[in-house]
């Protein structure tokens, strides 16, 4: 489930029935939909007294759709909440004529990557992701550096060496990796 275009589409349709209802409270009270409406007591109209005559069945029904709702509610907000597009585990081809494949964990190769990046003159910290498929998979790594490095010689650095090795380690020269460099501002130093 693609969490934000799920989000959009029922947040708007959540949006446009309360609107509707909304819009018909203010259409009802203010009297022009039937002048007869602001004159008449809350509970005497057509829909209670179909809810008093067919109660027996009316109720089951409605704690099941309440039910439908909440599980569907609860999914929805797992899939927001939880859900991650990470990786735990790469699943790396041994040997091409047959089907034998090998595991490696995904945060074993995050982790390398980052202590490697980590390492390099410039650099304040590093966060590396794993996404994508399994088989399939792509990197994410963001780059925290101060803002007096060189940002061209950082990139081409942190290229040539951890993205590189992370290439060669996974068997896949075209693995996608997606490098951003971050600049943070170094805390001045307090003078006493």
Partial sequence: ???????????????LLLLAGGAGGVLAAAGTINSATPDRALADNPVSGYVGDNGQWLWPVAAVVALTVLVLV???LYAVLFSTDRIRVLKLRTDSRTAERTTLSASAVA???RDEIENYPGVRTAKVRVIGEAEQPQVAVTVYTDGDSDLAALRDRVERGALAHARQALEQPELPIRLDLELTRREPARVV
């Avoid at 934000?4 to 708007?12: E, G, P, T």
Wanted: net charge positive; aromatic share 4%.
């Fill in 1 to 15: 489930m693609h969490a934000d275009r799920s989000n959009r589409v029922a947040l708007l349709l959540l949006g």
């Fill in 74 to 76: 609860a999914r929805w």
């Fill in 111 to 113: 982790s390398a990557v």
